[in-house]
Protein backbone atom coordinates (compact mmCIF):
# COMPACT_ATOMS: atom_id res chain seq x y z
CA UNK A 1 0.00 0.00 0.00
CA UNK A 2 1.34 2.99 -1.22
CA UNK A 3 1.37 5.97 1.87
CA UNK A 4 1.60 9.11 -0.60
CA UNK A 5 -1.55 7.38 -2.07
CA UNK A 6 -3.31 7.39 1.21
CA UNK A 7 -2.12 10.70 1.99
CA UNK A 8 -3.78 12.04 -1.28
CA UNK A 9 -6.78 9.72 -0.22
CA UNK A 10 -7.73 11.15 3.51
CA UNK A 11 -7.48 14.76 1.32
CA UNK A 12 -10.29 13.98 -1.13
CA UNK A 13 -12.47 12.59 1.80
CA UNK A 14 -11.84 15.91 3.49
CA UNK A 15 -12.27 18.10 1.09
CA UNK A 16 -15.00 15.88 -0.30
CA UNK A 17 -13.96 17.42 -4.00
CA UNK A 18 -11.02 15.59 -6.19
CA UNK A 19 -10.39 19.53 -7.37
CA UNK A 20 -10.18 21.24 -3.53
CA UNK A 21 -8.46 18.37 -2.60
CA UNK A 22 -5.50 18.69 -5.24
CA UNK A 23 -5.20 22.03 -4.68
CA UNK A 24 -4.64 21.22 -1.29
CA UNK A 25 -2.35 18.81 -1.89
CA UNK A 26 -0.36 20.86 -4.79
CA UNK A 27 -1.10 18.31 -7.89
CA UNK A 28 -3.46 18.31 -10.81
CA UNK A 29 -6.83 16.80 -10.51
CA UNK A 30 -5.88 14.61 -13.10
CA UNK A 31 -2.54 13.48 -10.96
CA UNK A 32 -5.20 12.87 -7.94
CA UNK A 33 -7.38 10.68 -9.87
CA UNK A 34 -4.47 8.61 -10.86
CA UNK A 35 -3.69 8.25 -7.91
CA UNK A 36 -7.05 6.91 -6.48
CA UNK A 37 -7.70 4.70 -9.15
CA UNK A 38 -4.59 3.04 -8.35
CA UNK A 39 -5.29 2.87 -5.18
CA UNK A 40 -8.62 0.98 -5.81
CA UNK A 41 -6.72 -1.10 -7.91
CA UNK A 42 -4.18 -2.32 -5.32
CA UNK A 43 -6.90 -2.86 -3.08
CA UNK A 44 -9.64 -4.20 -5.42
CA UNK A 45 -12.20 -2.18 -3.65
CA UNK A 46 -14.35 0.79 -4.62
CA UNK A 47 -13.65 3.86 -2.34
CA UNK A 48 -15.90 5.95 -3.97
CA UNK A 49 -19.08 6.55 -5.63
CA UNK A 50 -19.18 9.55 -8.27
CA UNK A 51 -22.94 10.93 -8.54
CA UNK A 52 -21.94 14.00 -10.82
CA UNK A 53 -20.19 16.46 -9.12
CA UNK A 54 -20.42 14.55 -5.62
CA UNK A 55 -18.02 12.60 -3.99
CA UNK A 56 -19.33 9.91 -1.67
CA UNK A 57 -17.44 7.48 0.19
CA UNK A 58 -18.29 4.01 0.19
CA UNK A 59 -18.45 1.42 3.25
CA UNK A 60 -14.90 0.69 2.01
CA UNK A 61 -13.81 3.98 1.61
CA UNK A 62 -15.09 4.92 5.25
CA UNK A 63 -13.17 1.93 7.00
CA UNK A 64 -9.96 2.82 5.15
CA UNK A 65 -10.33 6.45 5.81
CA UNK A 66 -9.58 5.87 9.09
CA UNK A 67 -7.07 3.19 8.99
CA UNK A 68 -5.53 5.75 6.38
CA UNK A 69 -5.22 8.37 9.31
CA UNK A 70 -3.41 5.89 12.02
CA UNK A 71 -0.81 4.89 9.06
CA UNK A 72 -0.18 8.53 8.38
CA UNK A 73 0.33 9.22 12.26
CA UNK A 74 2.56 6.22 12.92
CA UNK A 75 4.76 7.24 10.13
CA UNK A 76 4.86 10.85 11.42
CA UNK A 77 5.81 9.50 15.00
CA UNK A 78 8.07 6.61 13.77
CA UNK A 79 10.22 9.98 11.75
CA UNK A 80 9.84 12.31 14.33
CA UNK A 81 11.48 9.19 16.93
CA UNK A 82 14.57 8.36 14.35
CA UNK A 83 15.33 11.93 14.04
CA UNK A 84 14.96 12.87 17.60
CA UNK A 85 15.41 16.02 16.95
CA UNK A 86 11.87 17.74 17.59
CA UNK A 87 13.30 21.37 15.64
CA UNK A 88 13.47 19.15 12.64
CA UNK A 89 10.11 17.62 12.55
CA UNK A 90 8.10 19.32 9.92
CA UNK A 91 3.89 19.60 9.61
CA UNK A 92 1.06 21.86 8.76
CA UNK A 93 -1.52 22.93 11.04
CA UNK A 94 -4.98 23.69 9.46
CA UNK A 95 -7.03 26.09 12.11
CA UNK A 96 -10.30 27.33 11.73
CA UNK A 97 -10.48 30.66 14.17
CA UNK A 98 -13.52 33.34 14.83
CA UNK A 99 -12.60 37.06 14.33
CA UNK A 100 -10.90 37.61 17.96
CA UNK A 101 -8.81 35.12 19.06
CA UNK A 102 -7.37 34.93 15.37
CA UNK A 103 -6.36 38.57 16.33
CA UNK A 104 -5.28 38.55 19.41
CA UNK A 105 -4.48 35.18 20.59
CA UNK A 106 -3.37 33.12 17.59
CA UNK A 107 -0.51 35.56 17.17
CA UNK A 108 1.23 35.21 19.94
CA UNK A 109 -0.01 31.09 20.51
CA UNK A 110 2.09 30.37 17.46
CA UNK A 111 5.13 32.75 18.31
CA UNK A 112 5.28 30.74 21.36
CA UNK A 113 4.92 27.51 19.38
CA UNK A 114 7.58 28.11 16.89
CA UNK A 115 10.05 28.63 19.22
CA UNK A 116 10.03 24.68 20.13
CA UNK A 117 8.71 23.47 16.73
CA UNK A 118 10.36 26.20 13.99
CA UNK A 119 9.44 24.15 11.12
CA UNK A 120 5.35 23.18 11.87
CA UNK A 121 3.88 25.57 9.73
CA UNK A 122 -0.11 26.83 10.25
CA UNK A 123 -2.81 27.73 7.85
CA UNK A 124 -5.56 30.00 9.49
CA UNK A 125 -8.96 30.49 7.87
CA UNK A 126 -10.97 33.02 10.03
CA UNK A 127 -14.67 33.00 10.20
CA UNK A 128 -17.90 33.33 12.60
CA UNK A 129 -17.84 31.16 15.61
CA UNK A 130 -20.71 29.14 13.79
CA UNK A 131 -18.62 28.49 10.76
CA UNK A 132 -15.46 27.20 12.70
CA UNK A 133 -17.75 24.54 14.49
CA UNK A 134 -19.02 23.90 10.84
CA UNK A 135 -15.10 23.53 9.60
CA UNK A 136 -14.44 20.86 12.54
CA UNK A 137 -17.37 18.76 12.32
CA UNK A 138 -16.73 18.66 8.68
CA UNK A 139 -12.83 17.76 9.18
CA UNK A 140 -12.01 20.06 7.19
CA UNK A 141 -9.74 21.83 9.41
CA UNK A 142 -7.75 20.26 12.46
CA UNK A 143 -8.57 22.67 14.99
CA UNK A 144 -11.07 25.40 15.90
CA UNK A 145 -10.39 28.37 17.89
CA UNK A 146 -13.70 30.44 19.01
CA UNK A 147 -16.01 31.76 21.68
CA UNK A 148 -18.67 30.01 21.87
CA UNK A 149 -19.56 26.32 22.83
CA UNK A 150 -22.16 24.62 19.92
CA UNK A 151 -22.52 21.31 21.98
CA UNK A 152 -22.03 17.99 19.71
CA UNK A 153 -21.03 15.10 20.83
CA UNK A 154 -18.24 14.75 18.37
CA UNK A 155 -16.55 17.61 19.38
CA UNK A 156 -13.95 18.33 22.60
CA UNK A 157 -13.77 21.53 23.59
CA UNK A 158 -11.00 22.65 25.83
CA UNK A 159 -11.08 26.66 27.80
CA UNK A 160 -8.16 28.24 27.51
CA UNK A 161 -9.04 32.18 28.07
CA UNK A 162 -11.52 34.18 29.86
CA UNK A 163 -12.79 37.41 29.35
CA UNK A 164 -15.43 39.68 29.41
CA UNK A 165 -17.18 42.02 27.12
CA UNK A 166 -17.50 45.95 27.41
CA UNK A 167 -18.79 49.13 25.95
CA UNK A 168 -17.09 51.21 23.41
CA UNK A 169 -18.19 54.94 21.79
CA UNK A 170 -16.43 57.43 19.44
CA UNK A 171 -14.37 60.43 21.11
CA UNK A 172 -17.33 62.48 20.14
CA UNK A 173 -19.60 60.31 23.43
CA UNK A 174 -18.64 60.12 27.60
CA UNK A 175 -20.52 58.53 29.78
CA UNK A 176 -20.19 58.41 33.51
CA UNK A 177 -18.64 55.03 34.85
CA UNK A 178 -20.37 51.66 34.31
CA UNK A 179 -23.54 52.34 31.54
CA UNK A 180 -26.53 50.30 32.03
CA UNK A 181 -28.31 48.75 29.52
CA UNK A 182 -31.35 50.88 29.53
CA UNK A 183 -28.88 53.25 28.79
CA UNK A 184 -26.89 52.09 26.07
CA UNK A 185 -30.31 50.48 23.73
CA UNK A 186 -31.27 54.66 23.18
CA UNK A 187 -28.09 55.02 21.18
CA UNK A 188 -27.65 53.33 17.62
CA UNK A 189 -25.62 50.40 18.04
CA UNK A 190 -22.88 48.05 15.98
CA UNK A 191 -23.92 45.02 15.92
CA UNK A 192 -22.04 41.58 15.28
CA UNK A 193 -23.26 38.83 12.99
CA UNK A 194 -25.60 36.44 14.79
CA UNK A 195 -23.34 33.76 14.53
CA UNK A 196 -20.36 35.26 16.64
CA UNK A 197 -19.73 34.76 19.97
CA UNK A 198 -19.87 37.47 21.23
CA UNK A 199 -23.49 37.68 19.79
CA UNK A 200 -24.40 35.17 21.86
CA UNK A 201 -23.43 36.58 25.08
CA UNK A 202 -25.37 39.68 24.20
CA UNK A 203 -28.51 38.12 23.11
CA UNK A 204 -28.38 36.08 26.72
CA UNK A 205 -27.84 39.45 28.33
CA UNK A 206 -30.48 41.17 26.98
CA UNK A 207 -33.32 38.12 27.31
CA UNK A 208 -32.22 38.46 31.22
CA UNK A 209 -32.89 41.91 30.95
CA UNK A 210 -36.01 40.91 29.27
CA UNK A 211 -35.40 43.67 26.43
CA UNK A 212 -36.85 42.69 23.18
CA UNK A 213 -34.72 42.71 19.84
CA UNK A 214 -37.64 44.88 18.44
CA UNK A 215 -36.20 47.78 21.33
CA UNK A 216 -32.81 47.84 19.29
CA UNK A 217 -31.41 50.96 17.15
CA UNK A 218 -29.59 48.66 15.29
CA UNK A 219 -27.51 50.88 12.95
CA UNK A 220 -25.01 48.06 11.19
CA UNK A 221 -24.83 44.85 11.67
CA UNK A 222 -20.86 43.55 10.59
CA UNK A 223 -19.66 40.25 10.01
CA UNK A 224 -16.58 42.12 10.71
CA UNK A 225 -14.80 43.05 13.62
CA UNK A 226 -12.51 45.73 12.31
CA UNK A 227 -15.28 47.10 10.60
CA UNK A 228 -17.48 47.48 13.72
CA UNK A 229 -14.44 49.43 15.46
CA UNK A 230 -14.12 51.57 12.63
CA UNK A 231 -17.81 52.39 12.59
CA UNK A 232 -18.00 53.44 16.26
CA UNK A 233 -14.48 55.46 15.73
CA UNK A 234 -16.51 57.41 13.07
CA UNK A 235 -19.70 57.60 15.30
CA UNK A 236 -21.97 55.78 13.48
CA UNK A 237 -22.71 54.22 16.75
CA UNK A 238 -21.80 52.36 19.73
CA UNK A 239 -21.23 48.58 20.54
CA UNK A 240 -20.10 45.75 23.09
CA UNK A 241 -17.40 44.15 21.95
CA UNK A 242 -14.30 41.79 23.41
CA UNK A 243 -12.12 43.52 26.24
CA UNK A 244 -9.20 42.31 24.40
CA UNK A 245 -10.64 43.53 21.12
CA UNK A 246 -11.06 46.89 22.44
CA UNK A 247 -8.25 47.58 25.18
CA UNK A 248 -5.56 48.61 21.96
CA UNK A 249 -7.61 50.75 20.32
CA UNK A 250 -9.10 52.45 23.78
CA UNK A 251 -5.25 52.86 25.14
CA UNK A 252 -4.46 54.83 21.69
CA UNK A 253 -7.34 56.84 22.39
CA UNK A 254 -9.18 56.38 19.51
CA UNK A 255 -12.29 55.20 21.47
CA UNK A 256 -13.99 55.38 24.77
CA UNK A 257 -14.33 51.88 26.15
CA UNK A 258 -16.59 51.29 29.25
CA UNK A 259 -17.75 48.84 32.27
CA UNK A 260 -21.05 47.72 31.70
CA UNK A 261 -23.49 48.06 34.86
CA UNK A 262 -24.77 44.22 36.02
CA UNK A 263 -22.78 42.72 32.84
CA UNK A 264 -20.74 40.48 35.40
CA UNK A 265 -20.75 36.98 32.65
CA UNK A 266 -17.44 36.23 31.51
CA UNK A 267 -16.69 34.06 28.55
CA UNK A 268 -14.24 31.64 27.58
CA UNK A 269 -12.16 31.21 24.28
CA UNK A 270 -11.83 27.39 23.50
CA UNK A 271 -10.26 25.33 21.61
CA UNK A 272 -12.22 22.95 19.67
CA UNK A 273 -11.33 19.06 17.69
CA UNK A 274 -13.04 16.32 16.12
CA UNK A 275 -13.12 13.50 18.77
CA UNK A 276 -13.11 11.06 16.20
CA UNK A 277 -10.64 12.71 13.71
CA UNK A 278 -7.30 11.22 13.64
CA UNK A 279 -5.07 14.39 13.93
CA UNK A 280 -1.44 14.90 12.87
CA UNK A 281 1.39 15.06 15.35
CA UNK A 282 1.87 18.23 14.74
CA UNK A 283 -1.70 19.70 15.72
CA UNK A 284 -1.38 16.76 18.46
CA UNK A 285 1.60 18.90 19.39
CA UNK A 286 0.07 22.05 19.38
CA UNK A 287 -3.17 21.14 21.44
CA UNK A 288 -0.45 20.30 24.34
CA UNK A 289 1.30 23.17 23.83
CA UNK A 290 -2.60 25.36 24.69
CA UNK A 291 -2.94 22.70 27.20
CA UNK A 292 -0.43 24.59 29.61
CA UNK A 293 -3.19 27.55 29.25
CA UNK A 294 -6.03 25.69 30.08
CA UNK A 295 -7.88 27.46 32.86
CA UNK A 296 -10.69 26.24 34.89
CA UNK A 297 -13.62 27.11 33.39
CA UNK A 298 -16.22 25.48 35.74
Excluded at 31 to 54: M, P, Q, Y
Excluded at 155 to 160: A, I, K, M, R
Excluded at 204 to 219: D, G, H, P, V
Excluded at 270 to 298: G, P, Q, W
Amino acid sequence: MDLHQLFVFTKVVEHRNFSKAADDVFLSQSTVSSHIKALEKSLNLKLFDRDGRDTILTPHGERLYQWAQKILLLKDEALLDLKREMMDFRGIVKIATSSVPGSFLIPNMIKDFNHAYPNISFHISESSSKRVVEHVLNRTVDIGILGEKYEDDKLFYLPFQKEKLVLITSNELEFNGPVCLEEIIKHPLIMRSSDSGTRSLINKFLEKKQISKEQLNIAVHTDSGNSLIQFVIQNVGISIISEMAAREFAAANLIHMYEIKDFYDERFFYLAYHKNKTLSLAAKLFIENVKELEIDAY
